[in-house]
């Protein structure tokens, strides 16, 4: 399959396969039914491409981020062939497990499982999701009583596949979504166990934002004869996003980051920080200063992530400073602005980020704060998307008494000592970026001036889950609730 245009400069992609349908494809009226409710009209370009492939049962390697429908793209495919085996009964033997989806993060389970119930509300299929980080009880029940879809994160997976409460002996269609991240994260193994637990004769769907040669391996090593299915990045550097960047003293980083969310009033903005720590600080610092600010993180519960992410939906919430691990696969990807607080580390990690602004047709802002210290990261970001991001001044900045006074003198070895709320917390950069979120104080404590809010100086502790999920959080009976539409897709719209 040949590779679609990127989206114009209106931000309306052409409508690449002209003017097809969802009822096209011959999805049974249960599921168009569904797409109705749904408000989907036109297929997005990777579910024109991805929809019959998978019908007619072949192996899928898809280059698809979130943000381009690819959840559909899959989905819908996978209900239909499905719905051959769909029956009426109550029995759980009567809904073996048949297709099973692994995504890398919580979030995005929970997300592509309330796709696949909303696609399938109107069929006899249930489908479940199972992560970590929650009492196994209630998902157990679930499983128990028989489901056809299973969304599951590896871990928890294998959980279940140990105690006994799920089997993968008829599970004919598999799923790896963000197969990157999972080995960025470090599940190769798990997914190697997994994969030796399912039948030979199946069909294999792989998706991935970036295919680096471990990635290839991975699709080598167990798909079949794939059809290879692109859509161009979404991203990026797309001609509609905006992007400057402002260079300021690393101590005056959370400053300048209130500033420009003072001064332009910002609403429904993600800032990026490259730690947890830094996440958590940042937050705390704008909530110091009057704003509605929530961090989003790996260290945060599942419960608290979660109803971050609501409230940021919601609008109760103006600003989510988050990683990009806790970031990543959130469908939340039409925004006005995002801010990088730190340069990431990995410059594909900017294109991702950046990736989150520019509505259908809008255009976004994509602002970064740096430091002397990030010379080189900018530099890397400017090699990978071929151009110069422009230099930009901070009008009517003037950093807070506090960033000053927690300013540290530049010891005489030229080391310079931690600086604040930045530098001293971020630690080494790390190896792998499944270790991004790692946090440290490799120059030790740091002289603080009175006048720094002692919530600052407490150690980090990490806050452990402990509360189980919600019936409603694990199953496909929960009623649907209407969703609010924060997501632009890389094209998918109709042509005006
Ligand atoms: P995904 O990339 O699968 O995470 O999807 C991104 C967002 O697009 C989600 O909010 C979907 O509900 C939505 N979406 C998926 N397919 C369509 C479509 N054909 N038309 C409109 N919205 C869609």
């Known amino acids: 399959m040949s590779e679609i245009e990127t989206p114009s400069a209106s931000g309306v992609q052409p409508a690449a396969p002209a003017q097809v349908r969802f009822s096209d494809f011959g999805l049974s009226p249960d599921i168009l039914r569904a797409l109705t409710d749904q408000g989907y009209e036109y297929p997005t370009p990777i579910q024109a491409q991805a929809i019959p492939v998978v019908l007619q049962g072949r192996d899928v390697m898809g280059a698809a981020q979130t943000g381009t429908g690819k959840t559909a793209g899959f989905s819908l ?4 062939l499905l719905l051959a085996h769909a029956s009426p009964s109550m029995s759980p033997a009567r809904h073996p497990v048949r297709a099973l989806i692994l995504t890398p993060t919580r979030e995005l389970a929970v997300q592509v499982a309330e796709n696949v119930a ?3 509300r ?7 999701v199972v992560y ?4 196994m009880k209630p998902q157990t029940a679930i499983l128990r009583n028989g489901v056809e879809i299973i969304i599951a994160t590896p ?11 799920v089997s993968l002996g008829q599970v004919q269609m598999f799923v790896m979504d963000e197969a990157d991240r999972m080995l960025d994260m470090g599940f190769l193994p798990d997914l190697q166990r997994i994969i030796n637990l399912l039948p030979k004769q199946r069909q294999n769907l792989m998706f991935s934002a970036t295919f680096s040669p471990e990635i290839k391996k991975l699709a080598n090593s167990f798909l079949n004869s794939p059809v290879t299915i692109e859509v161009a990045r979404s991203n990026a550097t797309a001609d509609k996003v905006t992007q400057v960047v402002y260079k300021v003293l690393e101590e005056h980083k959370r400053d300048a980051v209130a500033h420009i969310l003072r001064s332009r009033e910002m609403k429904q903005v993600i800032v990026f920080s490259n730690t947890k720590i830094g996440a958590s600080r940042l937050a705390r610092g704008l909530e110091q200063e009057g704003m509605k600010a929530s961090a989003i993180h790996g260290d945060k519960t599942q419960q608290e992530r979660m109803a971050a992410l609501e409230a940021f939906k919601r609008g109760e919430i103006d600003v989510l400073v988050a990683t990009d691990v806790a970031a990543r696969g959130l469908d939340i990807s039409d925004l006005p602005c995002v801010i990088n607080y730190d340069l990431p580390y990995n ?5 991702h980020r950046i990736g989150r602004t520019g509505r259908a047709g809008a255009s976004g802002d994509a602002i970064s704060i740096y430091s002397d210290k990030d010379e080189r990261l900018l530099a890397d970001i400017e090699k990978l998307i071929k151009q110069t991001i422009k230099r ?7 950093p807070s008494a506090r960033a000053n006074d927690e300013r540290r003198p ?3 070895d030229g080391d310079r000592a931690g600086a604040g709320a930045g530098a001293g917390e971020r630690g080494p950069r790390p190896e792998r970026s499944g270790e991004r979120e790692r946090y440290g104080r490799p120059n030790g404590p740091s002289p603080r001036s009175n006048k720094v809010d002692p919530w600052f100086l407490k150690p980090y502790e990490p806050t452990r889950s402990t509360r189980p999920a919600t019936p409603e959080a694990t199953t496909s009976q929960a009623p649907s609730k209407p969703k609010q539409k924060i997501a632009a897709l890389l094209g998918g719209l109709p042509k005006n």
């Open 122 to 128: 109107h069929t006899p299929l249930r489908s479940t």
């Open 155 to 165: 871990g928890r997976l294998l959980d279940h596949i140990e105690q006994k409460t």
């Open 410 to 412: 530049v010891r005489r």
């Open 118 to 120: 909303a696609y399938s």
């Open 77 to 80: 495919p996978i209900i239909q």
């Open 132 to 135: 970590g980080g929650v009492d």
């Open 347 to 351: 410059a594909e990690d900017y294109v």
């Open 392 to 398: 930009g001044e901070l009008q009517g900045f003037s």
